[in-house]
T-cell receptor, first 113, second 115 residues
Framework: GENVEQHPSTLSVQEGDSAVIKCTYS??????FPWYKQELGKGPQLIID?????GEKKDQRIAVTLNKTAKHFSLHITETQPEDSAVYFC????????????FGKGTRLHILP | EAQVTQNPRYLITVTGKKLTVTCSQN?????MSWYRQDPGLGLRQIYY???????DKGDVPEGYKVSRKEKRNFPLILESPSPNQTSLYFC??????????????FGPGTRLTVL
């Protein structure tokens, strides 16, 4: 089955700098890759997603890139702000072929003042 | 307000005492799912449901049951809880009924402790 690995487990960046979180997946048939942000005491919330027919997607300060050949995808946050501090999860799904979704183990992002 | 609700939010119980965690969504979503979150392990899918009366196992279904008799409700049942089921549980729902290709909306979580 699908396996999603996420790195790093913890990341500290200076406010205003960029942060990058990377994930790899094992099943080349996976076609949907969402990223979720979890703030303290809350449930995860979708921040961006990408499908396998797209190489990059941006939404303001957040971008996701997908390399299907290498089977990895990354989350990029630019001009980081204190409110970006949270745990981020990547995930992979086979979409219509399988209704399971596999999450990475998460990255705790600290934005330093 | 569109939301996923879970009850209870906190529960302390003892080994072997059956319990149910309820989940309800008011968005007319087809897909619902249960996850457990443990330190260092991230989110792991327990069970999911594409539609009423359709349920299937996720990655860690052992020790859990679910039912989907109505579209809006998806209760998680622990028939005989054990300490290794101590965890933070999340229910989620999404619009699509075929594959996980839509935004999942998560509930606030239920923190369960089994003594």
């Amino acid at each position: 089955g699908e396996n999603v690995e996420q790195h790093p487990s913890t990341l500290s960046v200076q406010e205003g700098d960029s942060a990058v979180i990377k994930c790899t997946y094992s099943d080349s048939a996976s076609n949907y890759f969402p990223w979720y942000k979890q703030e303290l005491g809350k449930g995860p919330q979708l921040i961006i997603d990408i499908r396998s027919n797209v190489g990059e997607k941006k939404d303001q300060r957040i971008a996701v890139t997908l390399n299907k050949t290498a089977k990895h995808f990354s989350l990029h946050i630019t001009e980081t702000q204190p409110e970006d501090s949270a745990v981020y999860f990547c995930a992979g799904s086979l979409g219509g072929r399988d209704d399971k979704i596999i999450f990475g183990k998460g990255t705790r992002l600290h934005i330093l003042p | 307000e569109a939301q996923v609700t879970q009850n209870p939010r906190y529960l302390i119980t003892v080994t072997g005492k059956k319990l149910t965690v309820t989940c309800s969504q008011n968005m007319n979503h087809e897909y619902m799912s249960w996850y457990r979150q443990d330190p260092g392990l991230g989110l792991r899918q327990i069970y999911y449901s594409m539609n009423v009366e359709v349920t299937d196992k996720g990655d860690v279904p052992e020790g859990y049951k679910v039912s989907r008799k109505e579209k809006r409700n998806f209760p998680l049942i622990l028939e005989s809880p054990s300490p290794n089921q101590t965890s933070l549980y999340f229910c989620a729902s999404s619009l699509s009924g075929y594959g996980v290709t839509d935004t999942q909306y998560f509930g606030p979580g239920t923190r369960l402790t089994v003594l």
